[in-house]
């Protein structure tokens, strides 16, 4: 089967599908192709290069199934390898996801603001550029996470090993922050336990601008699905059906 009037999406795992509830809000019509590449995941840990050659890879694999857009859904992906895959396809939609650093930033100038994201992702020279042209406008705090992605793709939310992780990272900022960027795709899924550490935050993720940014390029190329009943497909590298179940139920929490 083609799927000519699909977008495609990647990620490492569940956090794409955070990505997936934004573009559902702004193109309620489109059809979806989510990808997870449970079999690779975590990318973080990965050289760079390889996490470019899988990316590459992913790309190849939904765009051979004839998508008309892809979104990568994954900061380190994006970083690592958006620009060689729009080398590779120069006619095709392809919208990466950047860290909501600037509006953050705009909104609490002076302020602490914490960037929470993978350590991997917090050494990546793009993600490096983009908090060094902004640090003089805020106080900008970078905080690794190692492991908190493991646990959020272990399909239990309410894992008290979550709140103890974040309470080790974030803890000591309680009453000093009102504001928090969220540099990976799969920590949505834990923003009550973050609110609950913090308080009264704003909270800031790439999802709904990247979003907006499919919707456009979609728009402006006359590709916008007029679906009555879109369909969502889910598929796994693992093969696994117990991964796509949890893709889905993540869809609707």
Request: proline share 5%; aromatic share 8%.
């Amino acid at each position: 089967m083609m799927y000519s009037d699909y977008v495609g999406i990647f990620d490492s795992g569940v956090g794409g599908v955070s990505v997936l509830r934004e573009i559902v809000k702004v193109l309620p019509r489109e059809n979806i192709l989510y990808f997870g590449d449970a079999k690779n995941a975590p990318y973080g840990d990965r050289p760079q290069e390889e996490i470019a050659q899988i990316s590459l890879a992913n790309a190849d694999y939904l765009f051979n199934k004839g998508v008309k857009a892809l979104v990568i859904a994954c900061n380190t992906a994006t970083s690592s390898a958006a620009d060689i895959i729009r080398k590779k396809y120069p006619d095709k939609i392809v919208i990466g996801i950047e860290p909501a650093i600037k509006p953050a930033v705009e909104e609490h100038p002076g302020e602490n603001i914490l960037v929470m994201a993978t350590t991997g992702t917090l050494k990546l020279g793009k993600f490096q550029q983009r908090m060094n042209e902004l640090r003089d406008q805020a106080n900008l705090i970078s905080i690794p996470c190692p492991g908190l992605m493991d646990l959020i793709e272990q399909e239990d939310l309410q894992n008290p090993e979550i709140m103890d992780l974040l309470e080790k990272y974030i803890g000591e900022y309680r009453g000093q922050t009102r504001a928090v960027v969220m540099g990976c795709t799969h920590y949505p899924f834990v923003e009550p336990q973050i609110r609950s550490i913090l308080g009264d935050i704003d909270v800031y993720n790439g999802a709904s601008g990247e979003a907006r940014e499919l919707a456009h390029q979609l728009e402006e190329r006359g590709l916008l699905s007029a679906s009555e009943n879109p369909d969502i497909i889910f598929e796994s590298s693992d093969g696994r059906t117990e991964t796509t179940d949890f893709y889905r139920r993540m869809l609707n929490i």
